[in-house]
């Protein structure tokens, strides 16, 4: 490396491969799925054969007996460890194994031990569990005032600034409820030309990362050491150092590579419980989750959202109020920041003067929901987008254009109060608008195969306020590396922070050593979450990656050379120690700014430290004598500032479509008294090679983050938002019909075809 | 190991080796003993193709194969590729068209795509669809693969 020489090549802005490119193709990459220690013990889970009941008894006494059994553990031995064995990022409500009662179906009760995994499973199936079962409650709309409590005390984190407000509310399922009022909504409907009134719903889907969540605690002199696949090592420190009462230094957590997070490995999982499990055997030992066991850990929130809307006589929206329901199974998970983080944005990207939202996180005793690819964003789109076609077509307006009319421009305030920056919406619409070619004659099909095309567009709010750190090591030789606690789980962020850094420090980017998450090493950072990283610790590693280059123009100033000069940079070391020694270590630090919401009004003015924006647009075929959709051409467009690496972005761009191809045509839960009757690939169908249309586009449009590296901002989540209403949209364009709940699966076309024509199937 | 271990011996990537197996073991948790991880069990049931392993010359699903079954069997697993330092022509393929991304996948996509231009080395889009609809990618990187599977053909075509 050379310091006050010309730029090499612009590192940002390359579409330079993975840098683990090798390690992935020849099935060496690092994964935790890989480790076997010395020692190790497996862990198996008995699980929770009822959705809500009174734990009576717990016979371990047949699972003991296993040969090669090594323990069988329950909550009350938990206990020993850590008494008050609660975790969680907003309430303290999940206890590492059950305690006194259970709230879902799939709930940990005990847990058995061996050196061998099939011993172990044995075992845990012979753990016998009598319950005394309770009423349950699995709708987020009868949650609201269900006689079925979930919980009967709540206990907030307060580990987030932007969940400092959380108390729960005592006798009810509501974990959290947001408010938001913004003008005079009621007299905006009083006053009103037309009105339109509409509800939603999506159903529970689960994000299957192909490597199943799996964690491994080893003991060690004075503390513990976690290998998790975990989308947070930090906060699994600061969770783990809590429960168990350790300063932070004692507890180490590495993360190598993620087969896949989407959201499923946030926070905090399987951690306590294999923390607590290493402490009681003084062994290592790993917990690896079936596919199955997946689909009981975490989930995506179903939801109701009742949206109504006023609108003049020219077109334009004047009020619009939004209720949502979100069914946040029997822990909160992230539930309440979803709920509030998203539940802010769901008027839509629209200029409407008169907004009043309400939000509410329930408790029900379905498995728990969280964060999955998107925050709740989704969810809302599909309801708001959804609505928004119906009221052009009503209207006899074209969509886009209608769109057009009530977009949220630059400099206008949404709902909370904030003005949009940075915001491209009009040109991703507009993006749209010209891929889609919507200005032509559209071929509409005939016979018993219609054609149909729409689109939906979508924006997010990134979670804050979040820090990230970042180191960058200059070594004597020149040679450095990035030490940081963002998880590469397939976005690309090491490839991306190591461009950055190469940019700011004038190498390869290929040179760069990226430093995989390590607490022991690496610095903190909030979480790989909301696409959040390219901004945050993006912004950390450029700042230490200045840091360091300025380090190093002062030592070579401190050694005599003169400005300019273009002595390289090992030179410089031996100058300054004599021999190839010494290191210069920049450290870079970032949080932006924010504001709370108003705990009555839910304004604010500085909701976030920026804006994500994705569209999409389809063409459809609809068979109407099955029901069949069949997707023919899906446009993704997005802003995302400028992109550090417009390859994998784009690939970002149509993983997320597809990935909500799936929630949008197929996906669903489907329950039984609380018990998932799909928890498998068998019958859980998730998207593969045939799914794919034969003509998809991804488009990023021009635009410029201010306050971002290099103008750059996240994408992950971005081309989730508009494909599910896009898709309906399209549908309702082919064959005149409206479906209102998620999946749109042939039955739920061909009933609502039939119920149309007059002939409706019968159940 | 208990009285219900087996002794079995077999080729793993060209090497003669002998192990005792469990009855209820399988291959991916067999290749696990022997250090090699990219075999991978995901979804348990043979429907994902993350543990493909290929078994005198047959792609099998290695979660449901019986480790004792490859008594006396060549196995080639995704390590196998570079043996020889450099990369197959599909793995080169599937790194410069980006055609994965968490990676927890591709040994399966790869080994299944060298089964596919063995049988049809210049397969069409649909043929490349039907070969690979059993292997799933979460990430969704399917379009990248088609790519890859492409340009593998192209560049085993001019060698």
Redesign the interface.
Known sequence: MTIHKPMPAGQVGRSLPRLESREKVTGRADYVHNIRLPGMLIAKVARSTVAHGRIVSIDTSAARQVEGVFAVYTGEDIRKIIPEPYYGPAFHDQPILALGKVRHVGEPVAVALARDAHAAEQAAQLVEVVYEELPAVFDEVEAMDSKAIVHDVLKPAGTFPDLKHLHGKKNTNIALDFHLRRGDVDKAFAGAAHLFEHEFHTQQVMHTPLEPMVSLAEPTRDGLTIHTSSQSPSFVRIEIARLLGWPENRVQVKVPYLGGGFGAKLYIKLEALVAALALLTRRPVKWSLTMEEQFYTISKHATTFRIKSAVDAAGKITGRSCAVYWNGGAYADIGPRVTQKSGFTAPGPYDIENVAIESYSLYTNRPPAGALRGFGIPQLVWAYESHTDLIARELNIDPVEFRRMNILREGRPQATGTAMKDAAIDLVLEKLAERMNWSAPFDRGGGTVRRGRGVGIGFKASISPTTSVAFVNIYADGSCALYMSTVDMGQGSDTAMAQIVAEVLQVQAESVRVIHPDTDVTPYDMATLGSRSTFHMGNAVKLAAEDAKQKLEAMARSVGVPEGSNLETREIFKKKYGMQAGNVMGVGSYIPGYKSPDSVSGMSDNITPFWMIGGTGVEIEVDTETGHVKLTKLVNAADMGRPLNPRIVETQLSGAAIMQLGFTMFENMEFDAGQVTNASFADYKIPGIHDIPPAIENHIVLAEQGGGPFGAKGVGESATFGVSPAIANAIHDAVGVRLTDLPLTAESVLRAIRLKAGNPIGD | M?QHAKAISFVLNGSKTEMLV?T?ENLV?LL?RLD?????E????G??G?CTVIVDDVAVSGCLYPAAFVDGKTIT???H??HDVQ?SPV?QA???E?A????????GF?LMTHKLLEQKPMPTDEE??DY??G????????????NAVKSAATKMART
Do not use: K, V
């Open positions: 208990n469990q209820h948790e696990g090699l991880y990219g075999a991978r995901s979804c348990g049931q429907l994902c993350c697993t995704i390590e590729l570079d990369l793995q599937f790194i410069e980006g994965f991304q968490c990676g927890f996948c591709t040994s790869i490349i669809r690979l609809a292997n799933l990618c979460r990430c969704a990187a399917y379009p990248e693969i088609i």
